[in-house]
């Protein structure tokens, strides 16, 4: 197995063993030959389109579905991956069938035929060692990182009626130049660009779903301790999964609890209305088996990331995966045709659960997200305007179980008191319940939401430069320290990267996927960088 896609990977190099992460080496080499299946579903269907013929709406929800399962800490499953896979064949070659006249280009990803027994070979030609150029390689994978968070967040906003084929054909034409062994440098690197605007689409898609379907994210304050019922906890990203729970469960005497991305549901009107949702138990995804443990009823995983429970885990019986995640053993709830989840056995589950263990006790706030922060336009201009708030910062991003990571606490409390915090993803929870207080009522720290609401900090932003008549985004008074972790903070940066947002910090390491000679265009062009001391970094900002 070869994989570097995440901030974890082994040595800061690249899996080659066992994945930091838990991944078993069959399951990379699995994941690989779905990506190389994706990518000749996807090499057809643009050849289709070139050519003016139809294609299969089938491709749609195949390739989103398989780019997200391959995203760090999703699927462990081999045989939903084994799955995909056959299925994924079957669409090329009905693809392959439709484009009888075309001259077809003559890829490995063509030619394969899926049989199974030749899995073990068949990866070695299609992984991420294929191109040999490390710069090549470098570009592709950055784009096909990009784009794993890309199908992420529009897996979402699909599920809750939002869709885009504009953004499906992007993504097919984009595989499709990967997989040709002749790409060049150029070329990728409009790609990564290109990559980084379609980022934009599909978040801001997001950000219209969530808000058309749970109304605009209000503040919030958010109970982190627990009641006496017993409680279902739900992490992930999925809003319409956490609905389908919340209608079910009402007046069951069970109670709803939020676990890492999943906090921002609190601060949706339509899904803060249940009053069974009663708070968000534990911190972000890496310090689950503690608080799954400690937590005591059924827990439901809408999305990544999940820990690999340990042997003697007591919670393995309760967990439950859904959507692009699985996890050998664990029962996995499908979709219905009606596009609904049918949480009786996770709710039968609850019924003989505990009441959650109290490990903490108080309250969180969060909210802040584009629409909340607009209506507090006037006071936020007025205190940059008289001195009281010189800086924000953009501290959004993953959280992760390095050690590194303190960093981003200490950072956050050696903050001068007149900066202000922008946050959304799970990097929150290193600083999001420190007792920061607020400058002229407003809390230094504003949560967003969840890692895609970081549209949400753009779109602030964006505000922020009309109302101060600044002719570039750089020159309003923001910093940029992001934590990373796995790829849907790669499209982030993408995203931001296209609105033309520089000098972006990003830690606590920089990805391995990025060769020496990319990652040098990328701090030459857009002033990247990493991390170093936190005394250091506070003077790099400015502050
Ligand atoms: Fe965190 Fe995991 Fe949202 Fe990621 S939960 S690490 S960036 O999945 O997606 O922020
Ligand atoms: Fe290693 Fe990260 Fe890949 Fe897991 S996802 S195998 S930790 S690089």
Redesign the pocket.
């Given at each position: 197995m070869f994989c570097y896609q995440c901030q974890e990977t082994a040595n800061g190099t690249g899996c080659v063993l066992k994945g930091v992460c838990g991944k078993q080496p069959q399951t990379s080499e699995y994941m690989d030959l779905l990506l190389a299946v994706v990518r000749g579903v996807s090499v057809v269907d643009s050849e289709l389109r070139k050519a003016g013929k139809t294609t299969c709406d089938c491709v749609n929800d195949f390739v989103i579905d398989a780019l997200f399962c391959t995203?760090?800490?999703a699927n462990f499953d081999d045989d939903s991956i084994a799955a995909r896979i056959e299925k994924g064949i079957e669409i090329r070659n009905k693809l392959m069938a439709k484009a009888d006249g075309i001259a077809l280009p003559d890829y490995e990803e063509l030619k394969w035929n899926g049989d199974k027994s030749q899995y073990d070979k068949a990866y070695k030609k299609v992984g991420v060692l294929r191109t040999e150029n490390e710069d090549i390689r470098s570009l592709k994978e950055l784009t096909v990182y990009g784009l794993k968070?890309l199908a992420?967040y529009y897996e979402h906003a699909a599920r809750l009626g939002f869709t885009d084929k504009e953004l499906i054909n992007f993504t097919c034409d984009a595989l499709a130049t990967i997989t040709n062994p002749n790409a060049g440098q150029e070329e990728l690197f409009n790609l990564v660009l290109e990559t980084g605007k379609a980022g934009v689409k599909a978040m801001a898609m997001l950000d219209e779903a969530n808000t058309k379907s749970y109304g605009n994210p209000e503040i919030t304050k958010v109970n982190i301790g627990v009641g006496k019922n017993p409680g279902i906890l739900i992490?992930?990203?999925d809003l319409h999964d956490i609905e389908d729970l919340l209608k079910q469960t009402e007046g069951t005497g069970i109670d709803v609890y939020t676990h890492?991305?999943m906090l921002p549901a609190h601060y949706y009107p339509q899904l803060k209305k249940y009053k069974h949702l009663v708070g968000n138990y534990g911190n972000?995804?890496w310090k689950q088996r503690e608080e799954f443990s400690s937590f005591n009823g059924p827990v439901v995983f809408t999305?990544?990331?999940i820990v690999p429970p340990l042997a003697n885990a007591n919670y393995k019986e309760r967990m439950f995966t859904m959507n692009s995640t699985g996890f050998p053993g664990c029962k996995h709830i499908e979709t219905g045709s009606d596009g609904h989840k049918d949480f009786t056995e996770v709710i039968e589950a609850a019924r003989h659960s505990n009441a959650p263990t109290e490990i903490e006790h108080g309250e969180i706030l969060g909210g802040f997200a584009h629409n909340q922060v607009l209506e507090l336009a006037d006071k936020i201009v007025e205190a940059v305007k008289n001195g009281d708030i010189k800086k924000f910062v953009v501290m959004a991003?993953?959280?992760?179980r390095m050690k590194s990571r303190n960093y981003y606490t200490d950072f956050a409390k050696a903050l001068p008191k007149d900066a202000v915090i922008l946050t959304a993803?799970?990097?929150k929870y290193k600083y999001n319940k420190l007792e920061l207080g607020d400058i002229n009522g407003i809390p230094r720290v504003l949560d967003a939401g969840?890692?895609?609401d970081s549209y949400s900090l753009a779109v602030i932003a964006m505000k922020l430069q009309e109302v101060f008549g600044l002719d570039d985004i750089n020159k309003l008074p923001i910093a940029y320290n992001i934590a990373?972790?796995?790829?849907?903070?790669v499209i982030?940066l993408l995203a931001l990267l296209s609105l033309g947002v520089k000098n972006i910090h990003i830690g606590p390491s920089l990805p391995a996927f990025l060769s020496a000679n990319v990652a040098k265009v990328l701090v030459e062009q857009f002033g990247i960088a990493g991390i170093t001391t936190v005394e250091d970094d506070l003077k790099i900002f400015g502050m």
């Open positions: 995203i760090t800490n968070g992420a992490s992930g990203h890492g991305e972000a995804w999305t990544n990331c991003g993953c959280d992760g993803g799970c990097a969840q890692c895609n990373w972790y796995e790829q849907k903070a982030v």
